[in-house]
């Protein structure tokens, strides 16, 4: 039978006069439909996340259809046995994703970003000479996984990209740069950012790593590990054609995809620790936090 739930993820760039009054027409659109997650609304558009039964979903996919300055927005979908989210969140915030550049440096999207590769051609461009792939999301995120031979930035937050480009990327602008993110809105901006900044072939993955997984042709290949998604599922594969697993067991060191966080709660950082050793140990990420623990 199919799961009774859905999963969306989309995002729109486009002008919202009123963004307040938009995110509280979208409050009460699913509330009204009982859904679930997270949505971001600003001057610049709406990205969101959220779960809730199939017809929920559907009604809430025609709700936003309906209106005719959504008529590009794509909604990815996923089936759940049931909510990937425990509650509602809708904020606005002065930008969809946080690069935090000043206003003259600020991109728009829909004026400026990296030409799209559907997954099959993004998958040839990979096997290009002299092709550097550029992972736009975190850390924690790509340490999950990552395509092969990707370039992963050290970076915690979206908006550490400019200076580590800056600094790790000024010697390849001519090179051609493949950037990809989980569902593609991180790259509209950072790809466009890549263009301002005097780089001369960038591209990005049309859709995500999410549309990647799901393409029939490719099949998430050269997708190492899972993809990191921010709701209860925390990883999904990915590749069903060549999959493998890149993240270890802290304490252990063999592979392991469990994602959990460091239960001394100041800390909480994540860490990857399988079962076994969580009930030998503990779920600590250091010794320190070990002995805090132990002291509470």
Known sequence: MPEPFHILLYYLYRPIDNPSEFAARQQ???QDLGLHGRIIVAGEGINGTVSGESDATDQYIKAMQADSCNAEM???VDPAPGHAFKKLSVKVRPELVTLQLAAEEDIDPTDLTGRRLLPADFHA?????GALVLDGRNKYESDLGH???AVCPDVENFRDFPEWIRKNLSHAKERPILTYCTGGIRCEKLSG???QEGFKNVTQLDGGIVTYGKDPEVKGR???GQCYVFDSRIGVTVNSANPSVVATCRDCGQPSERYVNCAWKPCNCRIFLCSSCEEEAGRSCSDQCGRLLAGQ
Do not use: H, R, T
């Open 193 to 195: 950012f890549l263009l």
């Open 147 to 149: 395509f092969k031979d």
């Open 222 to 224: 050269d997708f190492q």
């Open 28 to 30: 009460a659109l699913c």
């Open 125 to 129: 461009a990979m096997k290009e000479e």
């Open 74 to 76: 794509v909604f990815k």
